[in-house]
């Protein structure tokens, strides 16, 4: 997986428009397009202290999460990335899909604060590595850098 090139990609996205509307629904198409066995990828957007789904790609999806509930809620709840091998051993987990196994949940910020994740899926257990972690951190750093949010 070339994450370097998935991040000047978005970068690309964002200089023809930097508006987190169409630049997250193009980041979740091309995260989705570039990524073997995913069924979800997307975004979670905090609104009133909790999570709202936000442009995606892939099933049905949850509408809200608590803060502090589920892998979502506890990575906006810790700030930190949650990279779960197997969801059906996370305490709390919210089955949103029940064909996802493994799940990984990476913050994005604005001034220091927590304002959205990227949540990204897959049937397969133990589907993300650490060298996954690190290049999504990295991508949605970029993100965090190009987005405009209204």
Request: hydrophobic share 40%; with cysteine.
């Amino acid at each position: 997986m070339d994450y370097e090139t998935l991040a000047k990609q978005l970068n690309s996205l964002a200089e023809e428009e930097p508006w987190y509307v169409p630049l997250l629904s193009n980041a979740s198409a091309l995260l989705y397009d570039a990524m073997p066995d995913l069924n979800w990828a997307g975004f979670y957007i905090v609104q009133d202290g909790a999570l709202v789904l936000g442009p995606f790609q892939g099933k049905v999806a949850c509408i809200h999460i608590p803060c502090g509930k589920g892998v979502c809620g506890t990575a906006m709840a810790q700030d930190a990335t949650q990279r779960v091998e197997d969801v059906h051993t996370f305490p709390g987990h919210i089955a949103c899909d029940s064909a996802s196994n493994s799940e990984i949940v990476i913050p994005i910020h604005k001034n220091g604060k927590v304002i959205a994740v990227l949540d990204i899926d897959s049937p397969l257990k133990g589907r993300f590595s650490p060298v996954d972690q690190a290049g999504l951190e990295g991508f949605v750093r970029t993100l965090e850098q190009c987005i405009q949010w209204k």
